[in-house]
């Protein structure tokens, strides 16, 4: 089981564009929500965008201010 916090987001296509994708999950064998996860993570992968993480100050940085 994954410990990992999820968030939800809503995506509105025009009733062609739904039509589309649900046959070629349909098609394909994909769940619509795993599909579209896999597609945002490919697609900030090719762009190579990564979200800089915060990092932790420690305790000793503190306290020499």
């Given amino acids: 089981m994954s410990t990992k916090k999820q968030c939800k987001i809503t ?35 090719e762009e190579r965008f990564e979200l800089q993480r915060e990092l932790p100050l420690s305790q000793e940085a503190g306290a020499n201010q």
Wanted: aromatic residues 12%.
């Fill in 11 to 45: 995506v509105l296509l025009d009733a062609r564009e739904f039509e589309r994708f649900e046959r070629y999950c349909d098609a394909r064998g994909f769940k619509k929500s795993t599909l579209i996860v896999r597609l945002i993570r490919e697609h900030l992968d």
